[in-house]
């Protein structure tokens, strides 16, 4: 299914992120991500000279190595385009995030080491959005398959994480019947799934 057809419109600006999860021959994990953002015209720029169309304003890497338990064992930044000539000045800073785990109080913990003044908006961004979640599609299934036997008893850790992992929903009757509950309907029973009209 596609996006309903769009009113006639311009193109002014795009952000393009690509994020890749590689498994180190070390026994580590990679994290990378790019963010790349370009406008569809051309403006005037004191630190660069002006910036062409199609041109990055931002042109951005990240990369966290992490060990199986998602804690940062190192990371780095760099700012290959922005629009002032000390942005890649701030990049250091990705070191502070050494030792933090990837979990409860993650997002906090990045703030408070490199948020505001102390960082860069899109770099936090893409740390915090993309890069977390490839972290945790590259990493927690396999982790997860080495700790948790699959007939340990224990729910698979993905459920409730989204609509389509409720406990009550199809997907999960379907993949995990024996962890599956009954959707509860506004008047407080338990919804079984079938048509009141059956």
Known sequence: MAL???????????RDIRCRGYRREDGLWDIEATLEDTKS???ANQDRGGIVAGEPIHRMHVRLTLDDALTVIAAEAETEAGPFSLCDAITPVFDRLRGLRIGPGWRKAVVGRM???????HLSELLLGPVTTTAMQTIAGARSRRQQPADDGRPPPIL???????????????????????????????????????
């Open 160 to 198: 409730d994480t989204c609509h389509a992992l409720a406990r009550s929903s199809d997907v999960v009757r379907r993949l995990w019947p024996e962890f599956h509950r009954p959707a509860v309907s506004d008047g407080g029973r338990a919804d079984d799934g079938e048509s009141p009209l059956t």
């Open 4 to 14: 309903s057809r769009p009113a006639r419109r311009e193109h002014i600006h795009s």
């Open 115 to 121: 948020g505001g003044v102390q960082g860069c908006t």
């Open 41 to 43: 015209y051309s403006f």
